[in-house]
């Protein structure tokens, strides 16, 4: 498995369903920002991206400066 961290979030995203989600997410400034659309047919947003966010089953609303865990691309 890829290594995690544990990053803060650089803009607020939303609770999360029923199973663990990877959301395409773009590291800058020490922080990491979520794409604002995750539909996994969108292929310019993963190319655009540099991280996923690991949000777990059930995951409540985050807000900016929330810790989360990243998968940062080599």
Same mark, same amino acid.
């Given at each position: 498995? =890829?290594?995690?961290?544990?990053?803060?979030?650089?803009?607020?995203?939303? =609770?999360?369903?029923?199973?663990?989600?990877?959301?395409?997410?773009?590291?800058?400034?020490?922080?990491?920002?979520?794409?604002?659309?995750?539909?996994?047919?969108?292929?310019?947003?993963?190319?655009?991206?540099?991280?996923?966010?690991?949000?777990?089953?059930?995951?409540?609303?985050?807000?900016?400066?929330?810790?989360?865990?990243?998968?940062?691309?080599?």
């Amino acid at each position: 498995p =890829m290594p995690r961290q544990k990053m803060p979030l650089g803009a607020p995203v939303t =609770m999360n369903g029923p199973r663990e989600h990877y959301m395409r997410a773009t590291i800058s400034n020490g922080a990491v920002i979520a794409a604002d659309r995750q539909d996994s047919g969108l292929q310019s947003v993963l190319a655009n991206a540099n991280a996923l966010i690991v949000r777990p089953p059930n995951d409540g609303a985050k807000e900016a400066g929330d810790f989360v865990e990243v998968i940062a691309f080599p």
